[in-house]
């Protein structure tokens, strides 16, 4: 007798859409993967330091649609409460991306752990943010997860920077027809 098959892939997380604070019905769309790989690294023991990376995706017109976050590499700094990004791998696998894609995937922003429940960006995380804003002329990810799942996430642009809200449930299911 044949056995029921499997699904062909186990169901996963939803993906997350949230409202970019900066512009009239623009969101950001983060696929289920991108939250996987950077909950790995999430501070789950009281030695456990931060970790962090860059976020990867495409830009259509506001929308930010984020598809591959990078994960902590040899040589980044990484201590209990910071983590500074040196290792070189980040940008090769944003150029690699980027290359592969034919300049689609491009850098969105940057994600980093902090050892709380409800993390909050803190002056530091404010001010190496207004430095990449600085350099660039588009909007900008940043999230911040926590020690469970809740994360903090922001959009920046020029001199600003605000946090994002949560998509309603109707806009939600407009952005899945339509991925
Ligand atoms: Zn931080």
Redesign the pocket.
């Known amino acids: 007798m044949a056995e029921i098959p499997e699904a062909p892939y186990p169901r996963g997380e939803a993906a997350v859409l949230l409202r970019n604070p900066l512009h009239v019905d623009a969101h950001v769309l983060i696929e289920p993967i991108v939250l996987d790989t950077i909950k790995r690294h999430r501070q789950r023991s009281f030695t456990s330091p ?1 970790a962090g990376g860059i976020l990867l995706g495409y830009r259509r017109g506001f929308h930010l649609h984020l598809v591959h976050a990078t994960e902590p590499g040899k040589k980044d700094r990484m201590t209990r409460t910071s ?1 500074r990004r040196e290792d070189g791998s980040h940008a090769a696998h944003a150029l690699a991306l980027w290359r592969r894609t034919d300049h689609e995937i491009d850098y969105l922003g940057e994600w ?1 752990t ?1 050892p709380e429940t409800s ?1 909050q ?2 002056t ?2 404010r001010r190496a943010w207004q430095e990449i804003l600085r350099k660039r002329a588009e909007t900008f990810v940043f999230l ?1 997860m926590g020690t469970e799942s809740t994360f903090w996430a922001g959009c920046g642009i020029g001199r600003e920077i605000r946090e994002t809200d949560e998509a309603t449930v109707e806009e939600t299911l407009m952005a899945e027809d339509h991925r």
């Open positions: 931060e983590f980093h902090h993390p960006p803190s530091i995380d911040i």
